[in-house]
Structures are given as structure tokens and as C-alpha cells.
């Protein structure tokens, strides 16, 4: 199932993260209306900023979030 979210450069306050540089998975990002992003709920992966941990994509961004190549494209600034 896909759901819509709004990739922002200005930080980790509401990110998540399959819009991260550091988590490693396949989220399958596609753009939705102007600035939203649609993006697989279920998708799983790595984040390799804290010891190769277990995240999902829907999992809020931390301190550490650095906006994705791919993220950045559909970014809200």
C-alpha cells in the first residue's frame, strides 16, 4: 500500500525514513500532486547511519536525516 508524504530540506521534522540519504531500501517514491511523494508503507530497510538497525520507511527521520538524491527531487523547501 502506498502513502503520501512531503519531503522538506530544512531538517528531520517531518520526515521519514524512506526520504533519508542514510536508509537503505527501496521505498518506490513517486511524485503525487505538486510536493507530495507517494511511497510504499511496507517497504523495509537499513539504516546504515546508527549500525545497520532495522528501519521502516514510515518510521519518523532522526537527528541524523540527511535528504535522499531522490527524496530531493519532490522537496518541499
Known sequence: MS???TPR???SFGNVCAFCHFWD???HLTRHKISDV???DKA???CLSTRNSQAD???PACSRFVISNQASKY???
Open 38 to 40: 507517494l511511497y510504499d
Open 44 to 46: 523495509k530497510g537499513r
Open 9 to 11: 530540506s530544512n531538517g
Open 3 to 5: 502513502v503520501i508524504g
Open 25 to 27: 531500501g527501496d521505498a
Open 57 to 59: 520507511a514510515t518510521q
Open 75 to 77: 522537496c518541499k523547501r
